[in-house]
């Protein structure tokens, strides 16, 4: 870890609430249940460590995916996303996503960004390879289909910084959007 990284520890639970602002608070869910026109289920991720996954694979739980960096001022919240996997180990999915898109908070490559949130924040879940999740040319699969309508039925918002969260239900319908400052343990999972 780091000096920023360890300062960004060290002071995250006394500036998480001014980290707050109307980008960083903004929810958005899905209440007319609008399904998606590409499947979900087609879609695949490259992990850090060189694996492809599936998504057909996460038929029946919910799916969780975050876009992550090591050096930002919500990068603590990976602890909590951990808590959130072990809480509901038996039907959420959480998965990673890390991109250097914002301030270039995440520099590292693919082995040391897994490395540093299993040391630094005992995270067990998925980890994808460093991407980029911004709307781009390049912009990963996973985030296209996340933020275009004509895909996931409903939703363009894309990542307005470092931890933006979006929940996929049992079905593989995008249920809502969590920007940065949303607490992993309020996300409604049950």
Known sequence: ?????????????VL???????????VLENKDN?????????LTVNLGNGKIVNFDTFKGKKVLLVNTASSCGFTPQFEKL?????????KLVILGFPAN???????????????F?????????QIAAKSVVISSPTQNPVFKWLTQ?????WNTQAPTWNFCKYLIDENG?????????IDPLEIPIR
């Open 117 to 125: 949130c299993q040391v630094n924040y005992g995270v067990k879940f």
């Open 173 to 181: 319908v995008l249920k809502g959007y969590f920007a940065s400052a």
């Open 82 to 90: 951990q808590q959130l996997q072990d809480q509901y180990a038996d």
């Open 101 to 115: 898109d914002f301030k270039e908070q995440e520099k590292a490559a693919d082995g040391e960004i897994e490395s």
């Open 149 to 153: 309508a004509d895909q996931n039925g």
């Open 16 to 26: 998480k609430n001014r980290l707050k602002s109307p980008a960083t608070t903004l």
């Open 1 to 13: 870890m780091n000096i920023r990284q360890r300062i960004v520890k060290l002071l995250y639970p």
């Open 34 to 42: 609008k399904q998606p026109l590409k499947s979900f289920y087609d």
